[in-house]
């Protein structure tokens, strides 16, 4: 039974579905997976083919899902049954990012819960505490995992259960400015620190020696879970969208500013590596190479959070890992509102409920993975790295050769008039059609290591 879209709820501004759509793009991946990819693999050589790709492959698949999403009202199981004509096989590619969403959330969910950790770590670490830190921060410990990522998810249905635009979107015009802000204070600190000129020269001075396949796939690849595509997040979040807006408008907005906060986290991660460096805090493993980011991030700045000591180790590590938590929170949200509208639409369930019960499930998931990380790899590989790109590719193939480019151009005219005739019109369909969808195939196949 479809739920009536005055029940569903919908955004009360544009700049409340780009705040919601950015925040759902804007998470862990840009503010930690960004910058030690891009430190990683040739600084700006990295960042300027990461842009690339975010437009002309990550840009067209989200004006694709928001148009899906907008035209039908429904979530994206929803979405491909009403434009797939009822097919099993249709919703079935709903149905796919569904559980990808869900997986990836459940997750997400314990990671998220080690940023809310670090915070108290460094509370503990200032007062002298120092066991009290060292066993509140072990992600290794699954009692503690399983705490922090029930508060996590806890966060995240309080603010599903207060609907689309009393709930998501409120709460998103709250954190994505505070997000900025701390991101921009944090930066003017950290550049004019020791070692920082250091980071600051291998982010913005590009090396195209370090341009590999392997980097190209590496960029594609970032481009596409940052902007939270694939898993019918942004279907979701366009069928609360009004038929007045203008859909490239709004889809290039999100993406901007999606890039825009990945590179003011490389501004901030990548010199505080350096500073780091400086203060004698090894950033690099035996053979030469940067550490993995999540070590980075919970082994290396937490040691140079120590080394700054006293009260301002503990503003400026706790502010961070508090920007880290903030991060996660408007990621989880979009997560868990997926499957929650889909329960909505397709179920005819009450938002208290779906959210309630559909959390508590995923969390039930996230307590398995507290007691053994190891399972968060699998989950990486299996439904970011393979399901997310699988899910763009047939969303592309489905709208250009099935419901057809002109359908969805035809829905864009209610908020773009000339939309047809415009130069988005006329290329967009191409890239959609052929261009998008080769490049994520090929990105899927290298995964999986057939070419």
């Known amino acids: 039974m479809a739920t009536s879209t005055t029940s569903r709820g919908n955004w009360n501004s544009k700049l409340g579905f780009i705040l ?34 975010a437009f002309a492959i990550g840009f067209p698949v989200m004006v694709a899902e928001i148009t899906m999403g907008r035209k039908t009202g ?34 997400y969910t314990v990671i998220a819960g080690w940023t809310v950790s670090y915070v108290f770590e460094e509370v503990f670490f200032y007062l ?35 609907g689309v635009s009393d709930g998501i979107e409120r709460a998103t015009k709250f954190m994505m400015p505070l997000l900025l802000i701390i991101l921009v204070v944090m930066i003017g600190y950290v550049v004019l620190q020791p070692g ?117 180790g503990l503003i400026f590590g706790g502010t961070f890992f508090f920007l880290l938590s903030i991060a996660a929170l408007t990621s989880t949200i979009s997560l868990l509102e997926v499957p929650v509208s889909y329960a909505i639409d397709e179920h005819d369930l009450k938002r208290k409920s779906a959210a309630t019960y559909i959390g508590g499930g995923v969390l039930a998931i996230s307590l398995i993975i507290s007691f ?12 970011n790295e393979i399901g997310l790109p699988l899910g763009g590719f047939l969303i592309c193939l489905f709208l250009g050769y099935y419901w057809k480019t002109d359908n969805a151009l035809a829905e864009m005219q209610e908020g773009y008039p000339t939309v047809m005739t415009s130069f988005f019109g006329r290329v967009w369909p191409l890239f959609v059609k052929v261009i998008a969808p080769l490049a994520i195939l090929y990105n899927l196949l290298s995964g999986l290591g057939i070419i």
């Open 196 to 312: 920082a000129g250091v980071g600051l020269e291998i982010y913005l001075l590009p090396d195209f020696s370090k341009v590999t396949p392997d980097l190209i796939l590496s960029a594609m690849g970032q481009a596409f879970f940052s902007l939270s595509l694939g898993m019918g997040a942004l279907i979701t979040y366009g069928s609360y969208l009004s038929k007045k807006e203008n859909i490239p408008e709004a889809a290039t907005y999100v993406t901007l500013m999606d890039a825009f906060i990945a590179f003011l986290a490389g501004l901030l991660v990548i010199p505080t590596m350096y500073m780091a460096q400086a203060q004698g805090v090894p950033i690099f493993d035996d053979s030469g190479n940067l550490l993995a980011s999540a070590a980075l991030i919970f082994q290396v700045l937490p040691e140079l959070f120590h080394e700054m000591g006293g009260l301002l």
């Open 128 to 162: 002298g505490m120092t066991d009290w830190a060292a066993w509140i921060s072990d992600t290794g410990n699954g009692p503690i995992n399983a705490v922090f990522a029930t508060l996590f998810m806890g966060a995240t249905i309080s603010i599903i259960l207060g």
């Open 20 to 53: 919601a759509a950015a925040g759902s793009a804007v998470g862990l991946g840009n503010i930690w997976g960004f910058p030690t990819q891009v430190a990683s693999n040739g600084g700006a050589a990295f960042l300027f083919i990461y842009l690339l790709c």
């Open 74 to 107: 429904r979530n994206p199981v929803g979405a491909f049954k009403v434009l797939g004509d009822n097919k099993l096989l249709y919703s079935a590619i709903g149905m796919w990012g569904l559980i990808c969403g869900v997986m990836i959330l459940a997750f």
């Open 372 to 383: 053994d990380t190891s399972l968060i790899d699998h989950f990486v590989f299996i439904f």
